[in-house]
């Protein structure tokens, strides 16, 4: 079974433009999260996305949005860039979501603002 | 709202001892489960093990087991036999059982180095 996938793995973009991040979760998982990884913060939460719906949300400004297609891939898109959202951007899917599934990561876009 | 706490930013072992990883967190919930995942340099997130809330038994995994103190909101990871390839950072994470709070909280994360 082919594993979580995430495109680009690279990206570079200037402050004040906007970006589309993807991810393709496992065959047949429905819930797909993402997460922001930066050195001074961590690991936070940014939303997630059931059956084509945000179930739940993080504490981000609403310039960091999301949506699921009904074949459960996820997009995340960032507007008006700023700096501080230089960061490693992760996703992982699960089947339904919630603690009881394990959640899969994919290996991250590497997203850098100049 | 959930609270994990990794206190060690940094540890090291030498290769085939015992080291232990330290995770305290807080809710006031009683249904939820806790994981700890590993995210080697090459930034893949992978889950080590994971831990029922409900469960009273210790999880273990090969070489990884936990000491799961529930009334001391406890959570520390012991890893035997120390590998080389176990080199990486460790991130304790927490996650409410149910699936309209879907999320997993992290802790900061604790960078182990294993020694050869």
């Known amino acids: 079974k082919a594993g979580v996938t995430q495109t680009p793995r690279y990206l570079i973009k200037t402050r004040g433009q906007q970006v589309t991040l993807s991810c393709s979760p496992i065959?047949?998982?429905?819930?797909v999260s993402w997460y922001q990884q930066t050195p001074g913060q961590g690991l936070q939460f940014l939303f997630e996305?059931?059956?084509?719906?945000?179930?739940n949300k993080g504490n981000f400004p609403g310039r960091f949005s999301g949506r699921q297609f009904s074949n459960s891939r996820s997009e995340m898109n960032v507007s008006t860039l700023e700096l501080g959202d230089s960061a490693l951007y992760l996703c992982a899917s699960s089947l339904y979501g919630g603690g009881r599934d394990e959640q899969y990561f994919g290996p991250g876009t590497r997203l850098t603002v100049t | 709202a959930q609270t994990v706490t990794q206190s060690q930013p940094e540890m090291s072992v030498q290769e085939a001892e015992t080291v232990t990883l330290s995770c305290t967190y807080d809710?006031?919930?009683?249904?939820?489960?806790l994981f700890w995942y590993k995210q080697p340099p090459s930034r893949q997130m992978i889950l080590v093990i994971r831990q029922e809330a409900y469960k009273q038994q210790n999880a273990t995994e090969n070489r990884f087991s936990v000491n799961f103190q529930k009334a001391a909101k406890s959570f520390s990871l012991k890893i035997s036999d120390s590998q080389l390839g176990d080199t990486a950072m460790y991130f304790c994470?927490?996650?409410?059982?149910?699936?309209?709070?879907?999320?997993?909280?992290f802790g900061k994360g604790i960078t182990l180095s294993v020694r050869p």
């Open positions: 994470a927490f996650h409410l059982g149910t699936g309209a709070n879907s999320k997993l909280t």
């Open positions: 809710t006031s919930e009683n249904n939820y489960y």
């Open positions: 996305y059931f059956s084509e719906t945000q179930r």
């Open positions: 065959s047949g998982h429905r819930s």
